[in-house]
């Protein structure tokens, strides 16, 4: 019997990192945490959600100026921090490319072993470190050094905690700040 919602076809499931699946169409684009089975809070995270999920869209706007991208994707976004999320953690992220599926309202999926305020932090020093990298080959040293000093003072979980706050991520609304 074909599946509701999916006309002659079956629904495209998604492999947890923790052994079990989940039908793509149970997920809702608003929907930051999946409550699995196994008993533990898995973070949700489509195409389609904004960068400024994680930062301020004014650390956005120079991420897509500064990063240069080679791929389909026009500018610097989720699919990027998603992709270096993955490349850290390759056995904590399971994703699946539902660009041929177009009852779902987005292209890709991913979905990790950690809830999303973990991951939201994960995703905070992986931008902190692109940066610290795009400083380090600046022209001038200060600029640099200035940087440095800057990040150690910074605390990444103080940031996620007030940032997370400020977005009241306790509903699918929230809204770029």
């Avoid at 492999?15 to 699946?21: E, H, K, N, V």
């Avoid at 100026?65 to 993955?86: A, K």
């Avoid at 809830?115 to 795009?134: C, K, N, P, T």
Wanted: proline share 3%.
């Amino acid at each position: 019997m074909a599946e509701p919602r999916v006309p002659g076809g079956e629904t495209a499931e998604l492999d947890l990192p923790c052994g079990r699946t989940v039908a793509v169409h149970d997920l809702d684009m608003g929907l930051r945490d999946y409550e699995c089975a196994c008993g533990e809070r898995h973070a949700v995270v489509m195409d389609v959600h904004p960068l400024s999920r994680w930062v301020p869209e004014s650390i956005v706007d120079v991420l897509r100026v500064t990063v240069d991208t080679s791929d389909d994707w026009d500018e610097f976004g989720t699919v990027h921090v998603m992709g270096m999320v993955l490349e850290e953690f390759p056995e904590a992220v399971a994703s699946v490319d539902l660009s041929e599926d177009g009852s779902v309202g987005y292209t890709l999926v991913w979905m990790t072993d950690f809830d999303s305020r973990r991951l939201h932090e994960v995703v905070v020093e992986l931008l902190v470190e692109l940066m610290e990298h795009a400083i380090s080959h600046a022209e001038d040293g200060s600029v640099a050094a200035q940087f440095e000093e800057q990040m150690l003072q910074f605390d990444v979980s103080e940031f996620v905690e007030a940032y997370r706050a400020e977005r009241d991520f306790e509903d699918e609304f929230d809204r770029a700040v």
